[in-house]
């Protein structure tokens, strides 16, 4: 069974700051996607990274996958209250299965 | 496009009654779809996948009786949440896997959840 530990869980910032949240496992993965989730929607895909080393871009948010492909980062530059939200990250196996790591709620105050 | 629907939305349902829930790919087909379970404050995880015309495989723990799942085209999906009782209650989130091609390249696309509560 593959896992992702997702860290941290939950993270409550000022208007303004950076963060970065993290993704790892033990197990390679093809790709590696990010999500974003609003209550009571489904969750809204971000990126994909699928090479190891890999650096996306959108806007303030900066995904990172590893050499390795078994964990990733996501980074958020100068927050906004706009961000807060569930961020969740899940690895994909050569079989288009997909598994959730355990989610970030964001909050970025005002 | 690869936009992906569930009806209902919302369902308040009594104890012991069956519920059914439909995920629908609306502008590309779709030989898999995922059911997905997501509890308060929680992860979305995995209950089953569904193959056009053939049995659903299902996760450890997730019981095949209680919730039927039906996939009888490339673009619908239903699972049947059957003697509903109130722990059954929860978000339940469908994703429909588009085929390789020029327009959708092997990408989970999700639905919007339906949110079923058990009394």
């Known amino acids: 069974t593959q896992l992702l530990e997702q860290s941290p869980q939950f993270l409550s910032i000022q208007e303004g700051e950076n963060l970065t949240v993290y993704c790892n496992s033990s197990s390679v993965f093809s790709s590696l996607q990010w999500y974003r989730q609003e209550p009571g929607e489904g969750p809204v895909l971000l990126v994909t990274v699928v090479t190891g080393g890999e650096v996306k871009k959108l806007k303030r948010l900066t995904f990172q996958f590893g050499d390795a492909r078994k964990d990733s980062s996501l980074h958020i530059t100068a927050a906004q209250p706009g961000d807060t939200g569930l961020y969740l990250c899940a690895g994909e196996d050569a079989g288009n299965m997909l598994t959730f790591g355990g989610g970030t709620r964001l909050m970025v105050k005002p | 496009g690869a936009v992906v629907s569930q009806h209902p939305s919302r369902v308040i349902c009594k104890s012991g009654t069956s519920v059914k829930i439909e995920c629908r790919s609306l502008?590309?087909?779709?030989?898999?779809m995922f059911w997905y379970r997501q509890f308060p404050k929680q992860s979305l995880m995995l209950m089953a996948t569904s193959n056009e015309g053939s049995k659903a495989t299902y996760e450890q723990g997730v019981e095949k009786d209680k919730f039927l799942i039906n996939h009888a085209s490339l673009t619908l999906s239903t699972l049947t949440v059957t003697s509903a009782h109130p722990e059954d209650s929860s978000f339940y989130i469908c994703s429909a896997l588009g085929l390789a091609g020029p327009k959708f390249t092997d990408t989970q696309y999700f639905g919007p959840g339906t949110r079923l509560t058990v009394l």
């Open positions: 502008d590309f087909q779709a030989t898999t």
